[in-house]
């Protein structure tokens, strides 16, 4: 076992730094998970030995929950993660091996705690029984590795893909033969440029698009700020309908109109769309801010139309400032969906992302572009702070310093 750390708190708390309060934070979590790895290991030990033989009491979780003051299956929890992750011994003496050990040292480094060790141990335990030794130590090291800088949910999510690597799934079904449509959808715009949509859907057409709002439309995960989304089924079913209209107008096998796929033509003054500052307008009626306009540049199948300061056309969306298709199937190849730490959004649900903006003269280039959903493609255009850069031909993030002082560069783990 580690010596402990003792940490003492400043003595006047309102007078520290955002650095210096992140920095407590972090430094006290790492010693309380240290602390609390170390109490399974006497949790262990009292296993080993015998509860009976050494306090009279018929199981280790049961003295543990009086002597801690916790509920029953508190306790169980804990000596059952303990027995999993350090090496114990039978009451003969006979040595019995970690089941995660690797999960076990970075626990007792103060690396890990049960948030993390949990998801770990439920991925591990799943594996199949006929996988190789190195299988599942590659596995462990995987999820370790992550766990040291992500939350429960992208652990249990990369488990998934691992489990499903290492047990695939069968084939899949095949699409039942199509029965005549008999539908009807009506799209009409409002004065103050909204649309509203309404319609009668057939029961298979019906069926079909629940499955895509289920789908798509499914609430973003719990972040490591713990903040739900706060959209509502609505908003969310609206969102999903965004994201099938753009995946439908970006593929590349959509019907053209004159010869072109279905564009939007955004037209927005040079000053604007370099300061970020005023409005744009959309296909010469409605209007967007400029911000917006900045993220639909981005997109492959935007046109940005730009006009000089006395509204002379000085650019009309050169091929050269668009994604081309064999573009998109690199960026899919590489960044797997979208690029940001913990989504799991896939391609088809991604934007192209320009990380030098396309008005401050970045290229439309591999080495300049990753794949964002449409939220964390708010998210990076917005205010939250998060930075994205190519690192080794792989897309980064850099979160802002409250959430880590060091900012310390991410990755989708996927």
């Not at 668009?322 to 899919?332: E, F, K």
Request: net charge negative; glycine share 8%; hydrophobic share 35%.
């Amino acid at each position: 076992m580690s010596g402990q750390r003792i940490l003492e708190p400043p003595q006047e708390l309102w007078r520290a730094g955002a650095r210096e309060l992140a920095h407590g934070v972090v430094e006290r979590l790492s010693v309380a998970r240290q602390a609390l790895a170390e109490v399974g290991q006497f949790l262990v030990e009292i296993e080993s030995r015998g509860p009976m033989e050494l306090f009279g009491h018929g199981s280790t979780a049961g003295w543990f929950a009086e002597t801690a003051r916790i509920t029953p299956n508190e306790a169980r929890d804990t000596v059952t993660r303990a027995l999993a992750v350090n090496e114990s011994r039978n009451l003969d003496g006979t040595p019995v091996p970690a089941f995660a050990p690797i999960a076990g040292a970075a626990a007792a480094e103060g690396d890990l705690g049960h948030q993390q060790l949990d998801p770990i141990l439920a991925v591990l335990k799943k594996i199949p029984a006929d996988a190789s030794a190195d299988d599942r130590t590659g596995a462990e090291q995987i999820l370790v590795t992550l766990a040291r800088h992500a939350g429960p949910q992208e652990i249990s999510n990369v488990g998934a893909e691992l489990l499903a690597h290492l047990d695939p799934d069968g084939n899949e079904p095949k699409d039942e033969d199509l029965k005549p449509p008999s539908r009807e959808v009506h799209l009409h715009k409002r004065d103050d440029g909204w649309w509203r949509l309404n319609g009668l859907l057939d029961p298979e057409f019906g069926a079909r698009a629940n499955a895509l709002f289920e789908t798509w439309g499914q609430r973003r995960p719990v972040d490591e700020d713990g903040n739900r989304d706060p959209r509502t089924p609505g908003e969310r079913n609206g969102d999903a309908l965004f994201d099938a209209i753009h995946y439908a107008m970006t593929n590349d096998k959509a019907p053209t109109l004159s010869g072109d796929r279905t564009t939007v033509v955004v037209t927005i003054p040079l000053e604007t769309l370099t300061s970020g500052l005023g409005a744009a307008c959309v296909d010469g009626v409605a209007q967007i801010t400029a911000r917006h306009a900045r993220m639909l540049a981005c997109d492959a199948k935007i046109i940005p139309a730009l006009l000089g300061s006395e509204s002379e056309p000085l650019d009309i969306g050169r091929a050269a400032r668009s994604v081309t298709p064999a573009q998109r199937r690199a960026l899919n190849l590489r960044d797997h969906g979208c690029a940001f730490p913990g989504c799991r959004r896939r391609p088809k649900h991604c934007e192209a992302h320009h990380v030098l903006p396309w008005g401050q003269f970045g290229d439309t280039d591999l080495n300049n572009l990753c794949l964002l959903c449409r939220y964390h493609h708010m998210v990076i255009h917005g205010q939250s702070g998060w930075k994205v850069q190519i690192t080794n031909g792989r897309p980064e993030f850099i979160p802002p310093q409250y959430l880590d002082p060091l900012q310390t560069p991410r990755r989708n783990h996927r």
